[in-house]
């Protein structure tokens, strides 16, 4: 396994694996690795002849009062995961490397970016739009690998890859848990002790809700207001917001019918938490 800083290196690197016909599986990743990533790794690993992990805290999609500066950062914890999970490739650029000084061209959606983390993070997409295209570009994968935990970007990729024609096959992968439930995300260690312990609300908030939907209910007012009494018993925990919408389109809708998602954002002090189920 080989780690690079340059769009060159990558190209060359991926030119050469194209020209013996093997296929590449893309990870992109903003680093601080866990098992969520890991299982991303090996999915591609399984399904693609080489892989390439991209490990780039993206500033674009952080705004001024967001958490850039802090974002967890160990390239060498990262460099383990990606060799045991079976990358062949690490992509670890600098900022400069991927945005020169008078960088002016993003891709902006409409549609699925607009709900639930786009109203309170609406810069957000846009940065992720335009830095997936980016490593699409730099890469040239054949498929690539996002976790279910952001189903709200998985969504968003999957429809800028249909609107610009990207010839990448988008792979869905499920949410991977702490055994307490709580889905790994890198900003967990933000977390205090006391945080941490009351974050596990969220899973079991969703889990009722999921129950109450599988059920039968259809009223998608009532999966939201047991995930919120749920939440809100929890005194550590702000809820952002808590959420039901068609699935990938991410509309708001009033009746559980066809693939929906429930989805929540949650603040444990100033770290915010998302999570959320599919059904259909
Ligand atoms: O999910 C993430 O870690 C990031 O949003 C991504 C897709 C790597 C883009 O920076």
Redesign the pocket.
């Known amino acids: 396994m080989r780690v690079v800083n340059t769009v060159n290196e990558v190209r060359k690197e991926v030119k050469e694996w194209k020209k013996q016909g093997l296929t590449v599986g893309l990870v992109?990743?903003?680093?601080f690795l866990h098992e969520g990533?890991a299982s991303l790794i090996r999915k591609a690993a399984e399904q693609c002849d080489r892989v390439v992990v991209?490990d780039?805290?993206?500033p674009t999609?952080f705004a001024p009062n967001e958490d850039l500066e802090s974002y967890p950062r160990d390239i060498e914890h990262d460099m383990k995961i990606c060799e045991e999970s079976g990358a062949d490739l690490i992509f670890h650029p600098g900022v400069e490397e991927m945005y020169c000084p008078d960088f002016s061209t993003y891709v902006n959606m409409t549609g699925p970016s607009d709900e639930l983390c786009g109203k309170s993070r609406p810069i957000?997409f846009r940065?992720?739009c335009t830095?997936?295209s980016k490593?699409f570009n730099i890469a040239s994968p054949d498929k690539a690998y996002?976790?279910q935990k952001?189903a709200q970007?998985l969504a968003v990729?999957m429809r800028m890859v249909r609107d610009l024609n990207f010839d990448i096959e988008i792979v869905g992968c499920p949410i991977i848990r702490e055994s307490d439930g709580l889905a790994k995300s890198?900003r967990n260690t933000y977390l205090s002790p006391e945080q941490r312990s009351a974050a596990t609300v969220l899973h079991r908030a969703l889990e009722e809700g999921r129950k109450l939907a599988e059920s039968g209910e259809k009223s998608a007012s009532a999966v939201i207001a047991k995930i919120t009494e749920i939440i809100e018993s929890e005194p550590l925990a702000r809820i952002d917001y808590v959420n039901v919408t068609s699935f990938p389109e991410i509309i708001p809708t009033e009746e559980i019918n066809g693939s929906i998602l429930a989805a929540v954002a949650v603040y444990f002090g100033s770290t915010r938490l998302i999570d959320n189920f599919i059904l259909g």
Request: proline share 5%; glycine share 14%; net charge negative.
């Open positions: 992109p990743t903003m680093g990533h991209s780039f805290v993206n999609q957000h940065g992720v830095v997936v490593l996002f976790g952001d970007q990729i890198s």
